[in-house]
C-alpha cells in the first residue's frame, strides 16, 4: 500500500507545482496588453541638406514603406521601420564665371538620393484608446543611388552666344554609402481600433553623418534633412 501511495503523492504534488506556475504565468502577463501592428503607408515632403553647401534648396521628394509595432505596455511601444526614401536638394539658379570669356548659366539643377532605410523608434500614445501618439527614435540609411541633373546655357561673355547642355550623372562616388541620423514625430490613428486605422504622421529626420566626402583638397558639409508627411493603413495582428 504504500508503495502505491508514494507515487500517487509525487504525482499530486507535481500536477500541484505545475498548475501553481501556469497560474503565476498568467497573472504576470498584463491582461489589457494591445494587440501588435502591422503598418503599410506613404508620403510626400521636402528634402535638403545642412552644412557648407550655402546654395542648397529644398526638394519636393516623396517615400514609401511598412511597419511593425509592438506594445511593451498599453501606453509604450517598439516601432520598426523599412523604408524606401527619395532625397536630395536643389542649387540655386545662378550665373558662375568660368574664365575671362565663359560664364555657366545655371537654370536647374538637383542632387538625388535614393535611400533605403531602417527605422527604430519609441511610439508612446497618449490616450488609452490608442488614437495620438509620439515617436522618436534613430535611423540607418543606405545611400542606393546618387545622381546629378542639371541644365546650364554654356555662354561667350564677348559674343553672347549660348550653348545648352544637359547633365545627368551618377556621382555616388563623392557621398557616403551610409547615414545615421535621429528621427521623430507626431501621429493620429482614425478608424476602429480592433479591426484597422487609417494613420497620418509628420514626421522630421536629421543625419547625424556628414555625407559628403572630401574631394580635391575641400572638405564638404552636408547633414540629411527631412520632413514628411506619412499616410498610411495599419492592422492589429490577430492571435
Not at 536643389?90 to 535611400?115: G, M, S
Not at 493620429?188 to 553623418?209: D, M, P, Q
Amino acid at each position: 500500500m504504500k508503495k502505491i501511495l508514494l507515487p500517487l503523492l509525487i504525482l499530486g504534488l507535481c500536477i500541484n507545482a505545475g498548475m501553481a506556475q501556469e497560474k503565476q504565468k498568467k497573472e504576470k502577463q498584463p491582461k489589457d496588453l494591445p494587440s501588435p501592428i502591422v503598418e503599410v503607408w506613404g508620403g510626400m515632403g521636402m528634402s535638403s541638406v545642412a552644412g557648407t553647401l550655402s546654395k542648397a534648396e529644398k526638394r519636393l521628394t516623396g517615400l514609401f514603406g511598412a511597419g511593425f509595432t509592438l506594445p511593451l505596455t498599453r501606453q509604450n511601444n517598439i516601432h520598426f521601420e523599412g523604408a524606401y526614401t527619395f532625397q536630395g536638394f536643389k542649387y540655386k539658379p545662378q550665373i558662375y564665371p568660368v574664365d575671362d570669356t565663359t560664364a555657366i548659366a545655371l537654370e536647374l539643377a538637383e542632387q538625388r538620393f535614393n535611400y533605403f532605410k531602417l527605422t527604430v523608434q519609441d511610439r508612446y500614445f497618449f490616450d488609452r484608446k490608442r488614437t495620438y501618439y509620439v515617436n522618436g527614435g534613430l535611423y540607418l540609411g543606405y545611400l542606393s543611388n546618387s545622381r546629378f541633373q542639371a541644365n546650364y546655357e554654356l555662354i561667350d561673355t564677348e559674343t553672347g552666344k549660348e550653348v545648352h547642355h544637359e547633365i545627368d550623372d551618377d556621382n555616388s562616388d563623392i557621398f557616403r554609402t551610409f547615414d545615421l541620423g535621429l528621427t521623430g514625430g507626431i501621429g493620429v490613428r482614425l478608424g476602429n481600433k480592433a479591426l484597422s486605422n487609417f494613420t497620418i504622421e509628420a514626421r522630421f529626420s536629421y543625419g547625424l553623418i556628414n555625407v559628403a566626402k572630401p574631394v580635391e583638397g575641400e572638405k564638404p558639409k552636408a547633414r540629411n534633412l527631412y520632413g514628411v508627411l506619412k499616410l498610411g493603413v495599419d492592422i492589429p495582428v490577430r492571435e
